[in-house]
């Protein structure tokens, strides 16, 4: 059907930046929606960013305003999270999630870690 894999997750320090990817594979006809959501241990899951193919602004959480940027690549089918500005608070699992011809899947999750 459709599978998602994220990568570009890791440890990184205060201040610094990741680069999330989400590539999506399968029987593909379009993505409408990509989101990118967030768990911390003991916290439910978090919405980060999301953007519809029906809307030109992308919306993000205030914790990430400004630091954030959510992008895609349509020849790759692959979904972008830029971070820049890390601060130890964005330590998280991060998932990609993609309504993709009708349906929404999620990623597998990519841990994020940052130090002080």
């Known amino acids: 059907q459709v599978q998602l894999v994220e990568s570009g997750g890791g440890l990184v320090q205060a201040g610094g930046s990741l680069r999330l990817s989400c590539a999506a594979s399968?029987?593909?006809?379009?993505?409408?929606?990509m989101g990118w959501y967030r768990q911390a241990p003991g916290k439910q899951r978090e919405l980060v960013a999301t953007k519809s193919s029906f809307d030109i602004n992308t919306n993000y959480a205030d914790s990430v305003k400004g630091r954030f940027t959510l992008s895609r690549d349509n020849a790759k089918n692959t979904v972008y999270l830029q971070m820049n500005s890390l601060k130890p608070e964005d330590t998280a699992v991060y998932y990609c999630?993609?309504?993709?011809?009708?349906?929404?899947?999620w990623g597998q999750g990519t841990q994020v870690t940052v130090s002080s």
């Open positions: 399968g029987n593909i006809f379009s993505i409408n929606v």
């Open positions: 999630n993609l309504l993709v011809s009708g349906r929404y899947y």
